[in-house]
Structure formats: C-alpha cells, structure tokens
Nanobody, 125 residues
Framework: QVQLVESGGGLVQPGGSLRLSCAAS????????IGWFRQAPGREREGISC????????YYSESVKGRFTISRDNAKNTVYLQLNMLEPEDTAVYYC??????????????????WGQGTQVTVSL
C-alpha cells in the first residue's frame, strides 16, 4: 500500500524558513516523479515544485522560484521542500504527490496518483 506522509509544517514569521518532508512507504520515491502542491483556503490546489524521476531535474512555479528548493534523499526514501523567505501569501496546506513512471513533471494535480494528507504552513507575525 502506497503511503506518503508530509511533516515539518508550522507557524513561522515572514522571512522565516521551514523544511517540509515527504516520507514514502510502499514505493521507492526514486522510481517516481514527485510534486509538491499547496492549497490555501478558498483557492485551487497549486503545483509549486517537482523533481523528475529520470534525471532528478527540478522545476518551480514562478511564485516560489528562488525561495523554495526541492531535493531527494534516496537512502531515506524522502523528498524535501526547503521553504525560505516565507511570505504571508505562502500560507496553505502543503501536499506531496507521486506520479508513476514513465511520466515526467507536471503542475497539474490530476496527473498525480498518490497523495499525502498535507501539512499546514502558516506565515504570520
């Protein structure tokens, strides 16, 4: 059974940092393309970052480029999302998702097959 579990969310002040983790069981993350998404209240789920299965290429939405970094630790079967220079507009529930091979990166939620339960990130004074 495939399971993804996000952790690392919390309350942080503007300009602060967090590191989110996406730990997997039932699959080897290195074999999948992994995306990070977020959803703020009243808004659609937004794709923000993706790491491609085949070569580890990384992609970012314009809203987070230069501030967030995606990485993968194969030994721990975990994908991370480092969030720096956080802004109040980054407040949302953050989700990781897996897309089975041979598919590549995408920012469309419907393209992904397995999802975690989400972790809340709140940026506020």
């Amino acid at each position: 059974q495939v399971q993804l579990v996000e952790s690392g969310g919390g309350l942080v002040q503007p300009g602060g940092s967090l590191r989110l983790s996406c730990a997997a069981s039932g699959l080897t993350l290195d074999d999948y393309t992994i995306g990070w998404f977020r959803q703020a209240p009243g808004r659609e789920r937004e794709g923000i970052s993706c790491i491609r299965r085949s070569d580890g290429s990384r992609y970012y939405s314009e809203s987070v480029k230069g501030r967030f970094t995606i990485s993968r630790d194969n030994a721990k079967n975990t994908v991370y999302l480092q969030l720096n220079m956080l802004e109040p507009e980054d407040t949302a529930v953050y989700y990781c998702a897996a897309r089975r091979p041979p598919y590549s990166c995408s920012f469309y939620p419907a393209h992904f097959d397995s999802w975690g339960q989400g972790t809340q990130v709140t940026v506020s004074l």
